[in-house]
């Protein structure tokens, strides 16, 4: 079956997101025209995965369309921003249309749940490499930032970090583990769910916040870092799923917490006077965030246990380390 | 040399292209904030460049870069638009620092020539893979499309289509050439110059407007279908460079006018009664535009040579074809 590219767009990737009034152009011209909200700052990112490194392969390909749009998601869920378009250049060996099926259904349903348009693209061929522009908006002046924490802001995360890197090891079969935890941890590897709402209703409580994709002790000290400060996670207070205690014992949960990457959960600093209203105003179970550190003067990213200081060789994932 | 992702991006990448006012956060956070202009729809578009697939391997880094940006202010351009801010995806198999350093170097050239801001980005590894995602703005309502022309409409290009696939050849070493021909074809297949002040100006006249890709007479037919017409080109009017027709003939240098790619020129239709006030207001000669041909009622796009219609087995390069 020879799809021409012209075909290929138009058959899977046409109405594959949701439909939106401000879009004025959406996919088949030169370029989309778009209605940006009046009053609003405009929030942009970009995210590539690519087979065999991001992946084991082959890649599912509903997990890789979806992934593909949640790791922007994510991106802009730690500005407090609300996402509105989508691009897709997807660089793929050749067009197997049930591939492409599975690929547009998974990356369709996660940009419908949060009301994305999918508004255009670009389709090669080559190596398999997907990479999604995400554009959103912010009232203006407003978008958490990584910057404007200071020493004594407590720090937070959401859900529960390390269960992807362990989903990951599931897929790739370096761990094993009971089908129960196992198909949990695998899920949240292959379908994360980015954290839109809450990153929106920190707006006015955060003072700083990041994204968790490359291991919460190496983001959180990235927030630190462009905060000016360092900061000190407290060990017993990591949130550990039952699933990730399960599969690998509390000590390599832990571990896997501070160190795993692909948890497309939101790291944020708070104010300690403000601390307070947050939980009223948004109450942490209902939430699903958890009080981890505090940011201090000192520089650098440390783990406290039981009083001492922990070491740790690899502090999240580095593409070219 | 080992480098992190963050250093290399820092070190390459965030005084790369042009400084603009209107970019609130550049690179280095989550995601970029951006204060789109008041009263101007938002311009978007987004192209991948693969080695090995759109250039000969190795790739020049320095072509690489301007190249992965040209593509997208191309598409701009066919759109009217005036762009602004660019992201960067780089997959590339290794961080090699002179290479990135010329990558940077070409896409920062063309981007502070167009006073194009580069405000994000992500680096990955895995095979050569380049995908920039470009913004702008075009008035409300004034953006070029390729439907809204009719039969009867006047039509023309840019430049001297076919240059850039006759370079391609050279560099692959299917062609050979004189030493001049060679270096001028080459560098318009290098270098392609998209033409944005022509795009600009050509709101107001164009009726439709596409930028010359994958081919004049399958761009030409993409924008004659998306009219709900057709399209006759007339061979003896093809606007050939000199260097094309000494590297190739004439012959064969009006059939790769015509089936090469990667011309990135604008190829646009005019309403009859405007082709006059276009030529006073920008005189042809001047601003390197040739008339072509015309569109007509019946579907499909034709050669016509001496009172006969030509038949070309190719129409231009589809990549899955």
Request: charged fraction near 20%; glycine fraction near 12%; aromatic fraction near 6%.
């Amino acid at each position: 079956m020879a799809l021409t590219e012209f075909a290929l767009i138009d058959r899977y990737f046409r109405s594959c997101g949701a439909t939106r009034g401000d879009v004025r152009l959406g996919v088949g011209d030169d370029a989309a025209l778009l209605a940006p909200a009046a009053g609003q700052e405009l929030v942009a990112a970009t995210d590539t995965l690519v087979a065999g490194v991001h992946y084991p392969e082959p890649a599912d390909p509903a997990s890789l369309g979806h992934r593909a749009l949640a790791v922007n998601l994510s991106d802009l869920a730690a500005m407090g921003a609300r996402p509105a378009w989508a691009l897709l250049a997807l660089t793929l060996p050749q067009a197997e249309p049930a591939w492409l099926a599975q690929f547009a259904a998974g990356l369709g349903e996660l940009a419908r749940a949060h009301d994305v348009a999918l508004v255009g693209g670009d389709t090669t061929r080559g190596p398999l490499c997907v990479t999604v522009t995400l554009l959103g908006h912010v009232p203006g002046g407003s978008a958490l930032r990584r910057a404007g924490a200071a020493p004594g802001d407590v720090l937070f995360v959401s859900g529960t970090p390390g269960d992807a890197a362990a989903g990951l090891a599931l897929e790739q079969g370096r761990l094993a583990a009971a089908p129960e935890a196992s198909a949990y941890l695998r899920e949240r590897f292959l379908r994360p769910q980015p954290r839109l709402a809450l990153g929106e209703r920190l707006r006015g409580y955060a003072s700083a916040c990041i994204d968790v994709s490359d291991g919460l002790l190496a983001d959180a000290g990235k927030l630190a870092a462009a905060s000016g400060a360092g900061v000190e996670l407290d060990w017993a207070a990591l949130p550990l799923s039952e699933s990730l205690r399960a599969a690998l014992g509390a000590e390599r949960a832990g571990e896997l917490a501070l160190t795993g990457g692909d948890d497309y959960e939101l790291c944020f600093a708070v104010h300690p006077d403000r601390v307070a209203s947050l939980a009223a105003e948004l109450p942490p179970q209902r939430w699903g965030y958890t009080r981890i550190g505090t940011l201090r003067a000192a520089p650098g990213a440390v783990v406290q246990r039981e009083g001492t200081v922990m070491e740790f060789s690899h502090s999240g994932y580095e593409h070219f380390a």
